[in-house]
């Protein structure tokens, strides 16, 4: 059985940083990553990382947020700095299989202005 567990959401103020996780269990995971979703917008690609370590980023967040995984774990990290009130929302953690693709039950991220 598959489970992902994100932590590390929270409220801050613009500029400051956050650490999310997710710990994931139960296969082998070829690409894991975080998307997000903001009230009233449609879930969107914030980073992924494959198992062989390359990344792609979300435009918006290039230069800021960085993701990174330890696969000893079956852990993802999304460091995210310099954070602005428009990076607000819940954070999903995703794992993918080659035949499947599997969420966390997400994060809330608040930033301040």
Known sequence: QVQLVES?????????SLRLSCAASGSLFVIMGWYRQAPGKQRELVAII???G????ADSVKGRFTISRDTAK????????????ED????????RTVVSSYWGQGTQVTVSS
């Open 54 to 57: 390359s990344t792609n980023y």
């Open 88 to 95: 607000t929302a819940v954070y999903y953690c995703n794992a």
């Open 50 to 52: 494959t198992s062989a």
């Open 8 to 16: 590390g959401g929270g409220l801050v103020q613009a500029g400051e």
């Open 74 to 85: 079956n852990t993802v990290y999304l460091q995210m700095n310099s954070l602005k009130p």
